[in-house]
């Protein structure tokens, strides 16, 4: 008995000990993570270009990477082009929606704020001396708490942007070095592969190989479903706008779709202010019909991302669904992918019967 809690004791302290290792080495060789990530999806391509045209793979890992950074540039180029096609129609529209926007205050500040002014005029001179300073003092308090909180919105936009500025040279040499770890990695894959299994016992190498594996699997089944639930955003948006007869529908609808993947914000950060502007100037037609879309696209991305991450991933929906529960609730919009990856793992080491070796370990018998 007592080997066995000394055995487990064992075995506890090498987790923690690897645990603690990867959070700390991680958080120094990102970038080489990141290049390992970039090696590990171009070398399907990588493998097609030296199989099919006989070409040396450090020229196919080059023009692997060349590909990738021209999809990407291509891609943002599009949405750029698409972003500024849908600022300049909202430019040219924007003074018209201001103008009208001011005429609604302006009516509603004659109509509702100006006799209920009156009103409260008429009760305060009616109050008396105590009274009316207290009245005063929670103005006051009202007026400092609303200059406080614009205060700290303010300065917390400005210390973001001021932040996103001193990042960009941070930025573009972690971008360099990814990519050039991910040149030698890819480059030398099958020899790196061959010494790390040559240096470890088979079990840990099988163990190892089939977490990579589900990982890949993993890797590629996220990215596959984030681009399915994109589109089907857009599409939706795309149909909602149309049969609304909104301008610019198919500008709007891929804005929105690349907006969906923004953390926090999502598609509200279009849809709320923009319902909330049709209430405002009484366009009550649009106002439901905008909410009823939203209200769609909202329930859709709940629906079918536990799905599609489970059917992508293999995860059972339910596990999925818990494991994404849970990421966001302890890491915030990164436990998104943390929650998922790392039930992906556990399934991985119990396939490869990890946790059944670690019980034999522990259970052996003493000789």
Known sequence: MVQRIIRFSYIIIIAAALIFTSYYVSAILYPFIAG??????????????????????????????????????????????????????????????????????????????????????????????????????????????????????????????SLMIVSLPTFLTVFIFSLLAAFFISKDWYRLTGFLTGIFPEKLTFTVKTVYFELRK???????????????????????????????????????????????????????????????????????GLSILYGVVVIQRQVMEPKLLAQTIGLDPLATLAALFAGFQLFGFVGLIIGPVFLVVIRALYEAKFFHEIYQFIMKPVK
């Not at 479903?225 to 891929?254: E, H």
């Not at 953390?263 to 849809?271: C, K, N």
């Not at 502007?277 to 009484?282: H, K, P």
């Open 218 to 288: 993993a890797l590629f089944g996220f990215l596959k479903a984030q681009l399915t639930l994109i589109s089907i955003t857009a599409f939706i948006v795309l149909i909602g706008l149309l049969i609304l007869r909104i301008d610019y529908a198919v500008t709007i609808s891929v804005l929105i779709g690349a907006i969906d993947l923004l953390p926090y914000l999502g598609t509200g950060a279009v849809f709320l202010p923009w319902i909330a502007y049709c209430f405002l100037t009484g366009n009550y037609t649009l106002t439901i």
């Open 36 to 161: 390992a990530l970039i090696a590990l999806i171009i070398n399907p391509f990588v493998g097609f270009l030296s199989y099919r045209f006989k070409m040396n793979r450090a020229l196919a890992v080059i023009i692997s990477i060349i590909a990738l950074l021209g999809l990407l540039v291509l891609i943002l180029t599009l949405l750029i082009q698409e972003m500024m096609t849908g600022f300049a129609y909202i430019a040219h529209e924007l003074p018209s929606y201001i103008q009208e926007l001011v005429f609604y205050f302006e009516n509603y500040f004659k109509t509702q704020v100006l006799p209920l002014y009156h009103d409260l005029l008429s009760i305060y001179s009616k109050l008396g001396t105590d009274q009316k300073e207290t009245v005063m003092d929670n103005i006051e308090k009202i007026g400092t708490g609303i200059t406080t909180n614009v205060t700290g919105i303010t300065q917390a936009v400005i210390n973001s942007v």
